[in-house]
């Protein structure tokens, strides 16, 4: 079948769903982080019982909810669009990637969509004890939400807790709590949250700069600047933490994903780490003799520090991955690309003369055959892989992406220093320049969440599932101008939706908490 799949089909899939996921992801970490900001305000209203806090918490729940509203819809795509451009991948993997999504729908869609009506709908109609309950569980749900759409992708990049069966010709999941509680699946649910109430932070005080480069509502502004940059310094420190804690699981299950974030080609003991580097444009395969950068300064050994947490541990390179041959931690002689690639096509030849002995009740055969699969299993995704250059992601692009996550990660941890400084020391009601350093930081949150998920995406290519599935083996078949017609129609659906709820926001935003 793969034969006969225009490349073109695979292009244009992927790029219909980056560009559902990335219109996605403007809408959902902005949800996560209002939801803490509008559970601590309403909760000053209900130990001070002062009206100014409810009608402050209002106003950011007005723009929680249009926010919200328009996330769902994207999700909603979202999650079709695994059915309708990815039905081989569907097939392979449905059993175990369907679950953690039917959990989302069943347990946190829901729960979301019951309190927040009552957050909405309920002041004054209910007790003051049970609408804080509403609004943290509100809040609660999309948290909860969120942690099995990132366990579901977790999986994606770490696939355990299954096992492949052949008479059924799909994987099938025999550990729910491998799935569930995997350490990656873990790290990313809490590096990818704090993201998002780092974004809700900055987009919290940006705007409240905004009420005070108009002199209009100071306590409501510098009130909700205090409580927001509180919230985004701690969880843009935790984030730096879990950030750690992704590099050494992405070493761990990923090194070529490592090796492409570093635009590393050739593994050391002591590798140090790219602080400042620009690749060379010249560089176009991993074996060509061209120097990866034009010029480069490194943190000595730190990069060993993360991948291995030794300073002279080993870190293989693009070229020892594809090469193989060097020593992995178990001892263990690492196979090329070359042997994997062999071995996959050997695990599709066993997995085809199952298929055809389990057809006509050859017992014996199937036994032989199953053998042969369990051997070469692990490698099955490699034996649709036609070059091996094809396992070399985009480098500069998750080198670059890479660079621009960290550098804005430090960049908000001292911004909000900078506002919390100004707000308990100076009077930054005065302060116009920092209004507008807020007011620019706001996209800059947006870009930081935007390049994190082009690492964790575009740095684990060619795989749909990591060493299991390659994107070129988990496409639906069709055809290539329905896939473009629907790529330009989500285009400007999508941004017929962002442009609307821009200015639904900028409505609100100028009317401001005391018109609510």
Known sequence: MLEHIDTSLIDWSRAQFALTAIYHWIFVPLTLGLAVIMGIMETMYYRTGDEFWKRTAKFWMKLFGINFAVGVATGLILEFEFGTNWSNYSWFVGDIFGAPLAIEGILAFFMEATFIAVMFFGWDKVSKRFHLASTWLTGLGATISAWWILVANAWMQNPVGMEFNPAAGRNEMVDFAAVALSPVAVNKFFHTVLSGWVLGAVFVVGISCWFLLKNRDKRFALSSIKIAAWVGLA???????????????????????????????????????????????????????????????????????????????????????????????DGAIALSAEEKIERGKTAIAAFGAYRAAMEVGNEADMKVAEQVLKENVAYFGYGYIKDVNDLVPNVPLTFYAFRVMVILGGYFILFFIVVLILSYKKDLSKMRWMHWVALLTIPLGYLAGQAGWVVAECGRQPWTIQDMLPVNAAISKLDVGSVQTTFFIFLLLFTIMLVAEIGIMLREIRKGPKEL
């Not at 943190?299 to 291995?308: G, H, R, V």
């Open 235 to 329: 969880s843009a420190v935790l984030s730096a933490w879990t950030g750690d804690g992704s590099g050494y699981q992405v070493a761990q299950t990923q090194p070529m994903k490592l090796a492409a974030m570093e635009g590393y080609y050739e593994g050391q003991q002591g590798a140090g780490l790219v602080a400042i580097g620009m690749l060379n444009p010249e560089k176009k395969t991993y074996n060509d003799g061209v120097n990866p950068f034009l010029f480069r300064i490194e943190i000595p050994k730190m990069l060993s520090l993360l991948a291995e947490r030794k300073s002279d541990a080993f870190v293989p390179g693009i070229m020892n991955l594809i090469e193989g041959g060097y020593r992995q931690k």
